[in-house]
């Protein structure tokens, strides 16, 4: 004999009124029938009978208030049953979901799923590869560097294309895909029109078919329209199909203030695209970490947006000469030792950390800086390190701080490393305001070499 | 339904720069032919002005220069009244000039100064003006055509019968967010104009190897939204179909498209490879269709003034422009105290 429950009106109700009853014991009801309506504060509804038979006791009179969802409120007699024969527990056992006392069982049950998973670890991500004694280095720009990466990828996998806006015969809007178009084809590199929602998500579409998209934003401002699709599609699509279906899918282009461009044109997203489970962040500092993290990222199966700079790509490093170099994603590089004071950045930022280390050597601070190179995920441990050696931590952001990458930073440091801090965390980071135009506001809007210098000697109380 | 423009071929300029326009041609009295003159003329010294400028490290960023478009904006300027609202995307001077907004406060804003339209912190492709009723002024490409359509929004809804223009560009008819727009403007018959300035490239790429329509007169169809081809070389042609699109909307009926078939004679930006159209297919629209040399030599031809009265406006116009550039060379930067104001208003 089936119970008529109390039902919910929407997700998050707990309990109602109980207004009506519109039929009395003993009448007939068929499934469709209205047996009563109940009512919250926001909303009416009517209950109808799912079973057939006879009303047999209403156990909650109308009028009643706070009836919890779940509580039985009538039984219906089946036909052929008596009324008699009525006991709960055979109700019970004919719908085995229902709870006998659904208020204290859900209590229970809530109990039972807060067996909490643990978190994942910190996964052990490996060295950088060893580069062979009497490896030739050459100097290439960054611009160079990504764009070999490119071409060597695209070699070895033809199912890795680029599209983007002018990316084909303009050869790059700041020439990183220069001659891609002549090596490759019109097939694998592909000018679209201006339209990053619709070719973001395309991207999307293509990689979860099992291609290999490599997706420049002539600026990652522009990225803004697609924002969309590279977070609800692109990072969140693997988990949503319980890991059936992820897209490998590079998502690259200059990131965070040019020169003179002003607010639209002018942003870090650092900490945006870092905050999101299931995408990977990547921020090189220079034409060998380019080169090796856009290799990586390419061969990654998951989604990662690679953040470049457009005041870094003609700026040129020594890259070691290996028919394959790639960089493991994850690893941040301690790019100068030191013991007095541990200096974060990454991108662009470590131009402004390494002529702050060189200003402090001068003053006798001996500065430790490290180049994250990936932001999410974050190498904490070898932060952690540096810091339990030094006792001292400046970050260095182009971005703004409230909720920036520093932020995290200092929390990690703080939750990880409180006890072996001499100073609180000191974030040097962009002035709190939209990037302005005229020459000297840009200036003052932007970190530089001296806010470093001055927030490095002050956790050293110098 | 008046999409009554004709199928165009790609090749360009040749045939883009002169179309059959679909529409009707005013006839310009003298005062008209003047003003419209004087207009262009000013936009185009202004733009070669600020060229230089850019050259000599004065304005710095993005500049896109207006040279060649200038019969769009003073076309449609003369269709409009008091109260109708401008907005545009980055390739803005001339609109502002057209706007009557002061050539000096642009220019200073240009060089980033704090006589500038913003006080500096905008810069070439963010300028607003409350007085004149120009919105700026947006970088990202296609921006403004949603806040275009929620300035004719505002119309209707303070029941007014003006209306708002917005302005852009063969490449940002390619994103999305246009085709919102004309949904909800045709829904809710907004007075909203949209002149698409087809000036043949969205940077590098030339409108065929970015668009599958290539006449932009139709976008709207499947909204239901009417529109023309223009001649938007030719002042008169395009003072025509603005008064056309704006008796429309002013009645009522909803939002109207206008294709502007213009030009541009500079690079996209300062820095353009140029690699992407022939020199002789730019000459050939300078010389053959220039806006503001079709105007010159109908005045003189029809004797409405003499070579020596043409002088002295251009001279006119020179004196103005270096008026605005030696503003825009002297005036002070920015107060630095400037850094943290405008990011929010004071609550009340
Ligand atoms: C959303 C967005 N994507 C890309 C850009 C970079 N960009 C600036 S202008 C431009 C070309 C636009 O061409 P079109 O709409 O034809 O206007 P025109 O420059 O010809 O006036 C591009 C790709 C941008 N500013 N915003
Ligand atoms: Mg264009």
New interface residues.
Partial sequence: MPDVLMPALSPTMEKGNLAKWLKKEGDTVKSGDVIAEIETDKATMEVEAVDEGTLGKILVPEGTADVAVNTPIATIIAEGESASAAPKAEAKSAAPATPTAPAEAKVADTKSAEAKPAAPAQPVVAADPDVPEGTAMVTMTMREALRDAMAEEMRRDDTVFVMG??VA???G?YKVTQGLLQEFGARRVI????????FAGLGVGAALAGLKPVVEFMTF??A??AIDQIINSAAKTLYMSGGQMGCSIVFRGPNGA????????SQDYSAWYSHIPGLKVVAPSNAADAKGLLKAAIRDPNPVIFLENEILYGQSAPVPQLADYVLPIGKARIVRPGKDVTIVSWTIGMNYALKAAEELAKDGIDAEVIDLRTLRPLDTPTIIESVKKTGRAVTVEEGWQQSGVGAEIAARIMEQAFDYLDAPVARVSG????M??????EK??LPSVADVVNAAKAVCYR | MATASKNKTNDAAVSSAAPASSGSIATFNKDQEVSAYRDMLLIRRFEEKAGQMYGMGLI???CHLYIGQEAVVVGMQMALKEGDQIITGYRDHGHMIACGMDPKGVMA?LT??RGGY?H???????MFSVEKHFYGG?????AQVPLGTGLAFANRYRGNDNVSVTYFGD??A???QVYESFNMAELWKLPAIYVIENNRY????AVN???AQTDFSKRGVSFNIPGDQVDGMDVRAVKAAGEKAVAWCRAGKGPYILEMMTYRYRGHSMSD?A??RTREEVEKVRTGHDPIEQVRARILSSKMLTEDEIKKIDAEIRDRVNEASEFATNDP??D?S???TD?YRETV
Avoid: C, W
């Fill in positions: 806006e002018e015969e303009y050869q809007a000018d679209t029109p201006i339209t990053e929602h619709g401002n522009f803004m329209q040019a020169a003179r461009v002003a607010a639209q044109h002035k709190d305001v939209p302005p135009y005229a020459a000297n506001l003052l809007a | 710095g960023g993005f804003e980033g100064r913003s500096g912190k905008g810069g070439s492709m963010h947006h970088g990202i490409v296609a490449g940002a390619n994103q999305g969205a940077m590098g790429t190897r970015a668009s490879p690699k992407y930067e920015p630095p400037e850094l943290y990011v």
